[in-house]
């Protein structure tokens, strides 16, 4: 697969702590949790999918439903193409790490993403390594989301581990981390820690 | 290896936590690593904590139980899921050790360790304290002066050594409700002494356990005593003879005490076991001036109440007064050693043993009651004593040497060193004048409530196994600081072969777990004095030797 494969999109809106990215594709967005990267590599910033939508692209249109006759929803789309211009998927990532030279810090980055920065979903290998370090989670425990933080690091855990030969393992690693963050939470931290243990 | 099931460590050295707080009187607080299970630190056990500057030798006190918050306690979290048991784990719940840091090692493994004057700081490493940072403190078991005592416990690879120069400078106890090894115990540091060849020892051994062998009846075998260890630097007497043969027991010498070695304030030890009335010691002082150095003999051959009558009249005593002191003086006739005249010979002959330099063991037989037991030792150490002082005395007047010093082993030692008596006897003389004439104790005792506190101070080295009696506890911790730590440590060691080592023989209060008496402690003795080895034993030049 070439790098093309992995571009999912471009920044539209980008701040210090997260960026929103406008998919090429509708319904095109990686999953909750997934790692994606942006800007150039000297200046790469790593953020976490921490929300997705979709919406018309025409704010005083609003979409009908149109399959009553259909068995399958994707026969609408078939039928009427111009509806994928129609509609628009976004996400929302919050940044967890950049590049720095040849380093990677898992802080917020001295300047934001640029907009039309592209976006890609990180490769699997480049996902594990980005995760040895477990900084970032305490990035994302302190940030406001669009999703319920400990939904997305639940699912971004997940992930991570499910790159790696021994999941379990990570998971144990990253659980640890979250428990020394958590710790004067219990009922929080044990309700994240069922969350990450459903993921096999 | 020791297969008692306690874990114990293979080489390396392992990282337990690192320091959380803590002061130098209170101790320090170590939070242990999530790795390292709580119920593997146990109290006793030796950690050396890493500072920048210093390394600091610790003695675990305390383990604890804590958590970040009490929530966490509240909502306890689901340990029956082994991931969550996992990840928890030592992180929102965890293990604490409390340390007291008892010595900073030095640098060099040849400074001495120095006390503690101040603490790590927070976050310093811990680890489990090697057998190097434990030679350093307490010294190299390939040197003389140092003598393994067993290991620190729960650490039983790691050699523990107890200093025998600084041990016999001093007059020293070791106490223990029965059972708890201290006759094992006490056989291993007389080991110990002889084999530093810095002070003969002179045992009186009222159970037999010393001299030639022991019986182990727990195990059923036979241990060997000093003789069949040392050889001929280890004479064995006996004051019965039948018994000694018959146990097989290889002795040297039969002792016989005269009546006329037996002094007035001899007689008033044994107040107690011979049931003297109040009126006896007047009489007997009368006696004495009256018939002289054979009053007992003479009084004792008064069988016939006509002539103790006449005795009475005679002297202006009443009559019951007289029957009464020769009632309880009769039972000394059942003392098949006391005779009217003794030959002193071997006691001059033990006298001339300790002079060159061995060691002495008294069996007493079948005779092991306890008023023959005071009485001969008393008897005996009395006129040694006499010989030291006047040995020393002479020496510090420029004549001959300095007596080799001596440790006299003593059991049931409160009977002799109890507040009415201890002002009386050699024994209490001798723990009070320390070492000014070469002569020590090591009083052997299961009561050391029973002993005077003036005397319990003047030990120089305790060695105290478990103790159940509060009274017993609190004696044996006089004059130390530290108790209630102390006492913690104490009131937890095993009921057998483990002891608390106090005072002037180690640098710190330090728990032991005894070594084991067996062929592997046999093996290591290899002597070390200069004392004869083997062989016969020149009576000729060592009877006209001067001292
Ligand atoms: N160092 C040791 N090595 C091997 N066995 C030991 C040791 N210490 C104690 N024991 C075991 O404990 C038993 C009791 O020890 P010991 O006779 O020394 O106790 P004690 O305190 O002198 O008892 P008592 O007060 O009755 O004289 C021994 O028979 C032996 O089995
Ligand atoms: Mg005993």
Known sequence: MTELDFRVGEVIETSTSRFVAHCYDLHGAPALGSLVRTGAPDRAVFGLVAGVSTTGIDPGRRPVARGRQETDPAEIFKKNPQLTRLFRTEFEAIIVGHADGGTIRQALPPTPPRVHDFVYLCRPDEAVRFTERLDFLALVLEQPAPAPADELIAAAVRQAAGHRPHPDEFLVRAGRELARLLALDPVRLQLLLRRLKHAD | ?547
């Open chain 2, 1 to 547: 290896m020791r297969t008692d099931g306690r874990g114990s460590w293979p080489g390396g050295r392992r990282r337990l936590g690192r320091v959380i707080g803590g002061s130098v009187s209170g101790g320090l607080e170590i939070r242990l690593d999530a790795d390292v299970p709580v119920e593997e630190m146990s109290i006793g056990r030796f950690v050396t904590v890493e500072g920048d500057r210093r390394r600091f030798l610790c003695l675990v006190t305390d383990v604890k139980l804590r958590s970040v918050s009490d929530r966490v306690a509240t909502v306890p979290p689901d340990y029956e899921d082994p991931f969550i048991a996992r990840v928890m784990g030592g992180i929102t719940t965890y293990g604490v050790l409390q340390v007291l840091p008892t010595l900073t090692l030095p640098e060099n493994p040849d400074d001495p360790p120095e006390p503690v004057k101040t603490v790590p700081g927070h976050f310093s490493p811990a680890y489990d304290a090697t057998p190097e940072d434990l030679k350093a403190a307490y010294g190299d078991e390939g040197k003389t002066d140092n003598f393994r005592v067993g290991s620190p416990l729960e650490m039983p690879d790691i050699p523990l050594c107890i200093n025998i120069r600084r041990l016999v400078e001093r007059s020293n106890g070791v106490f223990g409700k029965s059972g708890t090894g201290k006759s094992f115990l006490t056989r291993l540091l007389l080991l110990g002494i002889i084999r530093s060849g810095l002070a003969s020892v002179l045992v009186f051994d009222m159970h037999n356990e010393y001299g030639w062998k022991a019986e182990d009846k727990e195990r059923g075998i036979e241990v060997k005593g000093l003789r069949q260890l040392y050889g001929s630097s280890v004479v064995v007497f006996t004051l019965d003879e039948e018994s000694s043969r018959r146990r097989g027991v290889t002795y040297d010498s039969v002792v016989e005490i005269g009546y006329n070695e037996l002094e007035i304030d001899d007689l008033l030890l044994l107040a107690e076991p011979l049931n003297l009335s109040s009126r006896a010691p007047d009489l007997m002082a009368v006696l004495e001036r009256e018939y002289g150095r054979d009053w007992l003999a003479w009084f004792l051959s008064l069988e016939d109440p006509q002539e103790r009558e006449q005795l009475a009249k005679n002297l202006g005593f009443g009559m019951n007064v007289v029957n009464a002191l020769y009632q309880s003086l009769s039972r000394l006739k059942q003392l098949s050693f006391l005779k009217p005249r003794a030959d002193t010979r071997a006691v001059d002959l033990m006298l001339s043993y300790l002079k060159t330099g061995r060691s002495v063991v008294l069996e007493f037989g079948r005779t092991n009651d306890l008023l023959a037991y005071m009485l001969v030792a008393n008897v005996l150490t009395r006129r040694i004593h006499r010989h030291y002082v006047e040995a020393k005395e002479r020496f510090l007047g420029g004549v001959g040497e300095d007596p080799k010093p001596l440790v006299v082993v003593i059991e049931e030692a409160h009977k002799f060193l109890s507040p009415a008596v201890a002002h009386h006897t050699i024994f209490g003389t001798i723990a009070r004048e320390m070492r000014k004439y070469n002569v020590t104790l090591l009083v052997v005792d299961q009561r050391p409530s029973g002993i005077d506190d003036e005397v319990m101070s003047q030990l120089g080295t305790r060695i105290v196994c478990s103790l159940d009696n509060e009274k017993d506890l609190e004696s044996v911790l006089t004059g130390v600081v530290g108790r209630s730590e102390l006492r913690n440590l104490l009131a937890r060691l095993d009921t057998r072969q483990q002891a608390l080592v106090l005072g002037h023989a180690v640098p710190i209060p330090t728990p032991v777990r005894v070594r084991d008496y067996d062929e592997h402690l046999y093996r290591s003795l290899k002597p070390r004095a200069s004392a004869p080895e083997g062989g016969t034993i020149d009576l000729e030049k060592d009877l006209f030797g001067e001292w």
